[in-house]
């Protein structure tokens, strides 16, 4: 191989892992959004906020436009023990521990450290009003995530049901590093002054405090939230289920309550298109009260947890109950979103956002993801069929009709063992689908210019037809080189594609289907090249002999009812969206006088997104 080869091969490989890597970059990670509005009353002078959400817009020029403020502070926290200022007045601009904020007409913008908010931070806001102002952000929630300067103070805030807030006491009563420790309260006149009586003083929604930590803590509040996926749950467009973990940090039993709220729409145009809420079910398994499955989360759903011990609850999304999204023209994205509300009886909430995205989200761009290139002529604002994609799955034979012995030889009888097949079937965007003989993930080379830009990403492909294999590249490794995936059934002989009748995963009307083996077939049952009955030859070997004669067309009549649970019972997360199934029926015409009528179960897998075989796409 000269160095001309070389140098074309490796900008093969270059762009076949650029536009991979490439693919992954933009697609998935559209910036997330589930909105909600935190309000805060400013009062005249000196206020210590917390914020729950992050705000958008969050610079500060955006957020204080129209606020009659006179500075903002951002605690800038350090790694060595706060020096405790106990009068705000007396704050200087340029200090380490500080970023200042002062707009434009209050001060000098040189002194402007403070550009931006955050979530799950702290400030002080001091109002020139001589009433009190109400600041509402909106923005995305955020879980606080704590991690305490040890033998220090520190300048917190925790998410607080406004309702019924709890006290200072039995909010830390749960961490040895902060029972009984000092805890001090802005006043509005700038002076920091300690908290008289922990027991009846109660933690307010919004505000922020000083609080002494006498060693190493994380504790974020009596309700303890972790989840799988850091500060969100993100269930993408495949991810069937995750879990959040409850615990208890206290020393009493408690009850979390998981209530499901609706998303407000997003805060600018720049943001995923809100498509509707997300609906979520989680799963039970009580053999007391023989209670075991996958359940939809209610309104307010109770969880009791024991002191000190944590409790994970699986959660799923329910897709096939997604709201069907029309998305708007331009969009940057779209998502389904929601908040789930973790809150006990005693005031302590932490509320956690919630996305999922369907194959239809994202129009013209949901196909270029799933398949590349967009077949000309499809609209902006089409999105593909739900169920678009390659579906993989069994067939499992239950019942054999009798052809003789019977009253009715048409009847599907119980068999003594089982029999299994594979399934694969494809729907393109348009929702029709194919039943397939065998299919093969390849690859496409993206293309790039001379001067090493990229003109088009490279992406995986599914093909059929044996004579487009050399046009593809691998889409796996092995032994070091790409190779294409293959899969293949022995349940079906046909070549090419076999389109079915009737809407894919539809309750009400069956998947139907033809597959005919003609009676000269390589693979007719009744034919046999070298054996002078089944050859269809006459005694000459010279005269094709017609149907009848030695062999028979064979006709199998296929039919799918989907249904709308696991057809043997099974509590399934994904069902009706990533897997689907039901009754399967066969009946087979040309082996005998007499239709042969097979029936069982089947159920199918979405492997692939891709919508398009072949050169389709």
Not at 68 to 89: C, H, K, L, M, Y
Not at 266 to 271: G, V
Not at 370 to 393: M, N, R
Request: proline fraction near 8%; charge should be neutral.
């Amino acid at each position: 191989m000269n160095m001309t080869t070389d140098l074309k091969e490796g900008r093969r490989q270059i762009g076949r892992w650029m536009g991979l890597l490439i693919t992954l970059c933009l697609f998935p990670c559209i910036c997330l959004g589930q909105w909600t509005t935190q309000t805060i009353v400013l009062r005249p002078g000196w206020n210590a906020v917390y914020l729950e959400v992050q705000p958008e817009p969050r610079d500060c020029d955006s957020i204080f436009s129209s606020l009659p403020v006179e500075s903002i502070w951002g605690w800038n926290r350090r790694f060595t023990t706060v020096q405790f200022i106990q009068d705000a007045n007396q704050l200087l601009p340029g200090r380490p521990d500080w970023l200042t904020y002062f707009p434009g007409a209050t001060g000098d913008p040189a002194l402007n450290t403070l550009f931006a908010l955050h979530g799950d931070r702290c400030y002080l806001v001091k109002s020139t009003a001589s009433q009190p102002v109400t600041w509402t952000l909106k923005g995305r929630p955020v879980p606080p995530v704590k991690d305490w300067l040890a033998g220090s103070m520190n300048l917190v805030g925790f998410p607080i049901d406004g309702t019924s807030p709890p006290s200072f006491a039995s909010f830390f009563a749960g961490s040895a590093a902060h029972a009984g420790q000092a805890v001090y309260r802005l006043q509005s006149s700038g002076l920091w002054t300690p908290v008289a009586n922990p027991v009846t003083e109660r933690l307010n929604s919004g505000e922020a405090f000083w609080v002494f930590t006498s060693g190493a803590s994380t504790y974020g509040g009596p309700i303890g939230v972790k989840l799988e996926q850091s500060q969100k749950i993100d269930f993408g467009r495949t991810v069937p289920e995750t879990w959040i973990s409850l615990k208890n940090v206290s020393k009493q039993p408690r009850s979390f309550q998981l209530i499901p709220n609706a998303s407000q729409t997003p805060a600018d145009a720049n943001s995923p298109a809100l498509a509707g809420g997300v609906p979520l079910s989680y799963w039970q398994f009580n053999l007391a009260s023989k209670q075991y499955g996958w359940y939809p989360l209610e309104p307010q759903t109770t969880i009791t947890v024991a002191p000190g011990q944590e409790t994970k609850v699986r959660l799923a999304v329910r897709r096939k109950d997604l709201t069907p999204f029309l998305p708007p023209v331009g969009n940057v994205g779209v998502e389904y979103q929601s908040l789930l509300t973790v809150i006990d009886q005693v005031g302590n909430r932490v509320t956690v956002p919630v996305t999922a995205r369907s194959a239809v989200s994202g129009g013209k761009s949901a196909l270029a993801a799933f398949g590349g290139v967009v077949p000309p002529g499809t609209a902006s604002d089409t999105p593909p069929d739900v169920h678009a994609g390659l579906w993989v799955g069994t067939a499992v034979i239950q019942k054999v009709s009798q052809t003789s012995g019977s009253s009715d030889p048409t009847v599907p009888r119980a068999t003594g063992s089982q029999a299994q097949f594979r399934l694969i079937v494809h729907v393109n965007s348009s929702g029709q689908a194919r039943l397939l003989q065998q299919v093969m993930l390849m690859w496409t080379n993206g293309v790039v210019d001379s001067f090493g830009n990229i003109q088009q990403l490279g992406r995986q492909v599914l093909i059929t037809d044996d004579s487009l294999v050399s046009q593809f590249g691998g889409a796996a490794l092995r032994d070091g080189k790409p190779v294409a995936r293959r899969i293949s059934t022995i349940g079906f002989g046909f070549s090419g594609l076999l389109p079915l009748a009737g809407p894919f995963g539809d309750l009400q009307n069956p998947l139907t289907g033809t597959v005919v083996t003609g009676y000269d077939d390589p693979l007719n049952p009744f034919k046999h090249r070298f054996h002078p009955d089944h050859d269809n030859l006459d005694a000459e070997l010279s005269v094709v002999l017609p149907e009848g004669v030695e062999a028979y067309t064979i006709r199998r009549l296929l039919q799918l009812n989907f249904s709308a649970e696991d057809p043997e019972g099974r509590a399934r997360a994904q069902w009706g969206d990533s897997e689907l199934g039901g009754t399967y029926i066969e009946t087979i015409m040309g082996i005998h006088k007499v239709p042969i009528v097979i029936q069982g179960i089947f159920r199918l897998n979405r492997v692939s997104l891709i919508p398009f075989l072949n050169t389709e796409g």
